[in-house]
């Protein structure tokens, strides 16, 4: 855009741009973001939780209507759950689900030295894609890797990509995106190195899963989300105290309320704007949702995040 163009002018294109995109349906416009910061109005991201982090009891039925009803627009689900279940509450409640996670990528990981255990975990990990797929979600949630004394660095990535490449076929019959998480597993430790991981498949299929609190121990969210850009398939909205780290130790650090800690939230998601994400969605996976007021104070300050 032209540096002398006027204010209005710039304000008629940003909304003439945001028309467009959304009458041709598209969900990676970054002209939305910017005009509707440009406009004060709330960016068009969607809220989600992440499954395992609804702790108030009952049925899922019951934990979808209390998600439902404390203002979120979907929940990212565990794979490996009964799928009829899973739909008949949805359809109920009217949840989206845009994300779905392998819960067996920890206990079978595709790194393992032992060609079986990674067997089992390809499997899972095409179980993942196939729940995705009947729910309706474009992208899963995958750790593709854990290094450990028995599984090299090296051993972990070669390993990794081998046991991905032979799910591809499958995520692309199914439409449904494998999408990396940033987490503590002594792997993919830079933004530049991650981004080198993702690009090697030469897939559109493969991204990234961000993980903003996961990165704040180490690094600065907003710096790997320019690095990593378009990559990114979903957020997850996490905080992390760098303060309690120190004090109460490593793990202590997470033990923070969501808009109390480190994560810088505003540069944060100005980086996601800059970057063109496409998402639509931020998924929090944070504490504090095992009863109904906990799940609607998470979602009142995933409200003020997206609108910081």
């Given at each position: 855009?032209?540096?002398?163009?006027?204010?209005?002018?710039?304000?008629?294109?940003?909304?003439?741009?945001?028309?467009?995109?959304?009458?041709?349906?598209?969900?990676?416009?970054?002209?939305?973001?910017?005009?509707?910061?440009?406009?004060?109005?709330?960016?068009?991201?969607?809220?989600?939780?992440?499954?395992?982090?609804?702790?108030?009891?009952?049925?899922?039925?019951?934990?979808?209507?209390?998600?439902?009803?404390?203002?979120y627009d979907g929940a990212e689900m565990n794979s490996h759950m009964n799928q009829d279940e899973v739909l008949r509450a949805r359809d109920e409640v009217g949840l989206e689900i845009p994300s779905v996670?392998?819960?067996?990528?920890?206990?079978?990981?595709?790194?393992?030295?032992?060609?079986?255990?990674?067997?089992?975990?390809?499997?899972a990990l095409k179980q993942t894609l196939r729940d995705a797929k009947r729910y309706g979600a474009k992208s899963i949630l995958l750790v593709p890797a854990v290094v450990t004394r028995q599984t090299t660095?090296?051993?972990?990535?070669?390993?990794?990509?081998?046991?991905?490449?032979?799910?591809?076929?499958?995520?692309?019959?199914?439409?449904?995106?494998?999408?990396?998480?940033?987490?503590?597993?002594?792997?993919?430790?830079?933004?530049?190195?991650?981004?080198?991981?993702?690009?090697?498949?030469?897939?559109?299929?493969?991204?990234?899963?961000?993980?903003?609190?996961?990165?704040?121990?180490?690094?600065?969210?907003?710096?790997?989300?320019?690095?990593?850009?378009?990559?990114?398939?979903?957020?997850?909205?996490?905080?992390?105290?760098?303060?309690?780290?120190?004090?109460?130790?490593?793990?202590?650090?997470?033990?923070?309320?969501?808009?109390?800690?480190?994560?810088?939230?505003?540069?944060?998601?100005?980086?996601?704007?800059?970057?063109?994400y496409h998402g639509g969605w931020l998924v929090t996976e944070q504490g504090g949702g095992d009863t109904p007021e906990g799940l609607a104070e998470l979602s009142k300050r995933l409200s003020r995040i997206?609108?910081?």
């Amino acid at each position: 855009m032209h540096p002398n163009m006027t204010k209005m002018n710039r304000r008629s294109y940003l909304q003439s741009l945001a028309l467009f995109a959304g009458a041709a349906g598209l969900t990676t416009a970054t002209g939305l973001n910017v005009w509707a910061q440009e406009s004060g109005k709330k960016r068009a991201l969607k809220k989600g939780i992440m499954w395992g982090t609804v702790e108030v009891k009952g049925s899922v039925l019951e934990k979808m209507k209390a998600v439902k009803a404390a203002g979120y627009d979907g929940a990212e689900m565990n794979s490996h759950m009964n799928q009829d279940e899973v739909l008949r509450a949805r359809d109920e409640v009217g949840l989206e689900i845009p994300s779905v996670c392998d819960d067996r990528h920890w206990a079978k990981p595709l790194s393992d030295p032992n060609p079986a255990v990674r067997a089992e975990g390809l499997e899972a990990l095409k179980q993942t894609l196939r729940d995705a797929k009947r729910y309706g979600a474009k992208s899963i949630l995958l750790v593709p890797a854990v290094v450990t004394r028995q599984t090299t660095y090296a051993e972990a990535y070669e390993r990794s990509q081998a046991e991905i490449r032979k799910a591809l076929p499958l995520a692309e019959e199914l439409g449904v995106h494998i999408s990396l998480e940033n987490v503590w597993n002594k792997f993919l430790l830079s933004p530049l190195e991650a981004a080198r991981y993702v690009d090697e498949f030469k897939s559109p299929m493969v991204g990234w899963h961000f993980d903003v609190g996961n990165i704040v121990n180490f690094g600065f969210p907003e710096q790997w989300i320019r690095v990593l850009g378009k990559r990114i398939n979903m957020i997850h909205v996490k905080e992390f105290s760098l303060k309690k780290r120190d004090k109460e130790g490593l793990w202590s650090g997470f033990d923070v309320a969501l808009l109390e800690g480190d994560d810088d939230w505003p540069a944060v998601m100005k980086a996601l704007d800059e970057s063109g994400y496409h998402g639509g969605w931020l998924v929090t996976e944070q504490g504090g949702g095992d009863t109904p007021e906990g799940l609607a104070e998470l979602s009142k300050r995933l409200s003020r995040i997206i609108a910081s």
